[in-house]
């Protein structure tokens, strides 16, 4: 086969692009492994949020041998900002059906815990969101993790440059961390799902609004190495009105009627992006996580209720990561 | 920080106690930590700790170390470095680099707030005054604000556009902003932001974005009766856990004595 001086030059562009994008992960900088053998994925058919939502995930979660008793749940949704109209947040029905069903299955507190990433205003997002309300409604509590008391932990991996971390005090306390995440395409990290919506534990008081630091040792780096730090021990993604394009703030609402339960956050994840029409495979996050904190591979997870199918036209996303699109 | 700027001296024990604890926290360097306990390297809390101590002159070596840690922090986009590489290969955000001002933490860029603080700072810290740098960072600072306003007005935390699209505004962003600009009416992103947040502030209930308004705007000479017997309203119903949030909400309810200081 013969190649012109164009396809050459072609051909190594694309391969130091690739070892740029993966460069810094080839060699492995976590110093644990919480892959489970095989891991379990629940999705659950939701249209929209005024139908029943309580028993319908207190049954989907009554599928997994989770044991919440006598536990101290945190809740962690994707509470970022509130523009009329676009599709941001973790619906507040979702968390607090979830708050309901982790009650049931004998939790001792449920919390729910955010560190808004945009709005400084804590109490402004919440009422704009509709949380607020919600959390009156069902007695929930609420921890603001921009400003919660703080401790240093070491980080449980060095992808970034950073050591440790300043990380809330209810986080670390928790025994249960559920992250809820809006499912999301983003502009720097290409999706925000389960992993990447823990970057909301890192507290602004400390890091700043945004938290700009992890931008700068990259964010890609960032989820792995708070992930590796603060375990993530359920997965409830809110794919009910989606996000394309623009994310994590000003894309276009996309409705998937999903919701997807997980006991394994790289598991969640990569059915996420393949909900999404993406190759998780070409995520730099969730690839290499699942080196360590879990399962990409379909072979190794146990898919139930609903049928897992692409969608016939993948999620739009900005264009430099048009690469991750699976069609 | 927030509550050594709300307490009053009338108050002897709490503000002289607030004040032993500011001075006793000053970092090594100067600087001021977010936190009893934080790391050394220092943070955005600097320019408030210097902004409360801003009339007392016995403490003149505290602030002089201050200022000089305050003088050297700046956005990582002012180096010639990051300044190319945003002209040239990361250009989805819409700002001018050249325009600097301060971050949150050491080693990051410029944002609005840290930077609306620092102005603030070197503005009524009496030992700025002749320290010809600091003139310099307050032209480029307040540069800065004015370039990365929203597209009709106000400030989220940073930039005003970004992928092509404006970003939405918030109250508390643009209202510490105005602060910093008090001494520029005349721009035109200042008049469009106080158009903004005047009418914005008459849905706000939430103490914190509320009592910042009312603040910005009385500074701009705007009445801000009914902003205040709405925060009023609020503080008397609400429970405040956050000490920054109770001790801003007190500051705009006496935000005449906040403005005298803003004005010395």
Redesign the interface.
Known sequence: MTMTRREFLATVAAVSAGVTVSAPFFRPRYRIDRRPGRSRVVLLRLENYSRPIDELLFLGLRLFPINVQGKTVLLKPNLV?Y?PGNAINTHPRLVMAAAEAFRRLGARNVVVGEGAG???????VL?ESGYERELQLHNIPFV?LN?DE?LRLRLGASYTDLEYL?LPKAVLASEFIVSMPKVKTH?WSGVTLSLKNMLGVVPG??????K??L??QGIQQSVLDVCATVPIHFVIADAVIAMEG?GP??GSPRPLGMVVLADDPVAADASCARLMGFEPGRIPHIREASRFLGNSSPVLIDQAGEVLRRPEMPFQV?PHFQHIRAI | MYSMLALQREHEGAYAGALRCLLDCQNPNGSWPCFIGDDGEGAWTTALALLALANHFAEGASQRKGLQWLLQSAGKESSWLWRWKFRTSDRQVRFDASKFGWPWQPNTNSWVVPTAFAILALRHLPCAWSVEHSGFRLERGTEMLLDRVCPGGGWNAGNGVVYGVPLAPHPDDTAIALLALKHCPEESAVRESLAWLESEALTLWAPWSLAWSALALAAHSRCVARLLNCLADRVGHIDMSDNATLAVSALALDSERFLALLSS
């Open positions: 900002d523009i945009h709005q400084r205003d804590t109490e402004l009422f603001d400003r703080l300043w502009h008081n400390k890091y700043g609004w945004p700009n630091i931008h700068w623009n703030l000003n900005v």
